[in-house]
């Protein structure tokens, strides 16, 4: 009688011993998966974009910081290109709800949060009234897939190139199908910092993502 009390409670023992084994495997495997190593950076290669100036259409989703002399902001960016349209979405800057953009050729419309909307026949000066500082939107729209914007003198520095008095520099890539594209990247000169992350690239209608 007493043996079996004995080889009872050393029964007993054991299964817990061995609960606690497993628990302690369960969360040293759930830690593992939570602090998985990110993904080493993807460098910059002006080369490999070259065939992006033909690309058509795209459209990305991130978020953008601009920093001038004496103001910054910070907003929610959704940009969509298609051959000569864009349409860019601001969310949240300047203690807005959003700012609509849409350039057309030589016109801009800017709708505000507040639902005044306006238009010019001079896209980058309107925009810049808008904004409170300059942003040279026109190469933007090249630079964004990492490509100088034709036609313009530029100079290859580092993780980028230096054009029209700006220094575009692409801290990271990212594979978008079968192309790499930016994830996070800076435009800056003497005046305004622009930095942008961008989270998700879609391409040709959503066939590359």
Not at 124 to 142: A, D, W
């Amino acid at each position: 009688m007493m043996m079996n009390q004995i080889e009872g409670r050393y029964g007993g023992a054991r299964k817990q011993a061995a609960g606690l084994l497993c628990a302690a495997l369960a969360a040293s495997l759930s830690a593992c998966t939570l602090f998985r190593p990110a993904p080493p950076e993807i460098s910059y290669t002006r080369t490999a974009n070259e065939a992006l100036y033909r690309l058509e259409p795209w459209s990305l989703e991130g978020r953008v910081a601009l920093t001038g002399e004496r103001d910054s902001w910070t907003a929610d960016l959704a940009w969509a290109h298609q051959q000569g349209d864009e349409q860019i979405k601001l969310s949240g800057p300047l203690g807005q709800g959003a700012v609509m953009i849409h350039l057309a050729g030589n016109s801009v419309t800017v709708a505000q949060g507040d639902g005044k909307v306006q238009s010019s026949d001079d896209p980058e000066t309107f925009i810049n009234q808008q904004l409170g500082m300059f942003v040279p939107v026109t190469s933007l729209r090249y630079w964004v897939l990492g490509l100088p914007e034709p036609e313009l003198d530029f100079e290859d520095v580092g993780s980028g190139f230096r054009q029209s008095g700006w220094t575009v520099a692409y801290q990271a890539m990212q594979p978008v199908g079968q192309l790499l594209l930016p994830r996070k990247m800076s435009v800056a000169n003497d005046r305004v910092k622009l930095k942008l992350i961008i989270d998700q690239w879609t391409l040709n209608d959503g066939n590359a993502k």
